[in-house]
C-alpha cells in the first residue's frame, strides 16, 4: 500500500508524476508480481515522460510561433507548389539545428512560407531546441531603438537561442544603423546557432535592400554558405485555398 508520507514528500520535492505514478500502483493490476526494480522503473518513468512534455510544451509557448497549430506532418504536397518533399522530412529530424546550419525559405506573398517555418520550428522545439520566431521590422525595433538594460537582455537572448525564425527577411531596405546591427546577430550566432529565414526575395535581391556594400556581403556569406533553401511556387495563395475549400 502506498505510503501517503512519501507521497507527500515527492510532492514537496516536486516529483508529481512520480508520486502520482507511486500511489496509482496499489490499483495497478499484476503489482504485486513486479520486483522493487519494476516498480522504481516505473514511476521514475512516469516522472521523466512528464517533465520531457512540460519542457516541449514551454519551448513551444516561448517560442511565439505566429503559426503555432503548423506541422510537418499538415504540410500540403499541391503539386503547383513544387516543394521539395524529401528536403523538407529531411530538415523536420532537425539534425540541421544541432549541425548550427540555417535554412532560407523563399517564395511569393501567401505561398505559405510562414507556415512552413513555423512546422520547422515547432519540430524543433519537439526536438528540445530552444526557439524564438521574429518578424523583421519587430527584430529591427529590439536592435535598434533604444540600448538599456533590456535591449542588453533581449540581443543576448536572441544570439543565444538555438533556433532563430527571421520572417518578412529584408521586405524592407534597411535603414540607419539596421544594416550593422544585423551584422553583428547574424556575427554572433555564426556556427553558435541556426536560423529560418522566410523571404519573398532570394539572397541575390538582398544585397541593395541590406545596403552598405560591405556590410551586405558580411551578411549574406555568413548566412546563406551554411543554408538548406526551400523555394515555394504557386498559382495561388494559401490563403485563398483556405478560402475555397472552407
Not at 155 to 163: A, C, D, H, I, T
Not at 181 to 199: D, M, N
Amino acid at each position: 500500500m502506498a505510503n501517503q508520507s512519501t507521497i507527500d514528500r515527492l510532492c514537496g520535492m516536486r516529483l508529481s508524476a512520480m508520486a502520482h505514478a507511486y500511489a496509482d500502483q496499489d490499483s495497478m493490476p499484476g503489482v504485486g508480481a513486479m520486483t522493487f526494480d519494476e516498480r522504481l522503473a516505473q514511476v521514475v518513468d512516469a516522472e521523466w515522460d512528464s517533465r520531457r512534455t512540460n519542457k516541449r510544451d514551454r519551448l513551444l509557448r516561448q517560442a511565439r510561433l505566429s503559426c503555432p497549430e503548423a506541422r510537418v506532418a499538415d504540410v500540403r504536397w499541391d503539386p503547383d507548389r513544387k516543394l521539395d518533399r524529401p528536403l523538407v522530412m529531411e530538415l523536420s529530424n532537425c539534425t540541421w539545428v544541432s549541425d548550427r546550419r540555417n535554412v532560407v525559405i523563399t517564395g511569393a506573398t501567401g505561398s505559405g512560407k510562414t507556415w512552413i517555418a513555423c512546422a520547422l520550428a515547432a519540430a524543433a522545439c519537439e526536438s528540445f531546441h530552444t526557439t524564438r520566431y521574429v518578424r523583421m521590422p519587430q527584430l529591427m525595433d529590439e536592435l535598434v531603438v533604444s540600448r538599456d538594460e533590456e535591449w542588453a537582455k533581449a540581443k543576448r537572448r536572441l544570439e543565444k537561442v538555438e533556433l532563430l525564425v527571421i520572417d518578412d527577411f529584408m521586405l524592407e531596405p534597411l535603414k540607419g544603423r539596421e544594416a550593422r546591427e544585423l551584422l553583428e546577430l547574424v556575427e554572433a550566432r555564426y556556427r553558435r546557432g541556426s536560423l529560418i529565414l522566410c523571404s519573398q526575395y532570394g539572397p541575390s535581391g538582398w544585397h541593395e535592400r541590406i545596403g552598405e556594400g560591405a556590410l551586405a556581403d558580411a551578411v549574406i556569406d555568413r548566412v546563406v554558405c551554411n543554408s538548406r533553401m526551400i523555394h515555394i511556387e504557386g498559382r495561388e495563395s494559401m490563403r485563398k485555398r483556405m478560402a475555397e475549400e472552407g
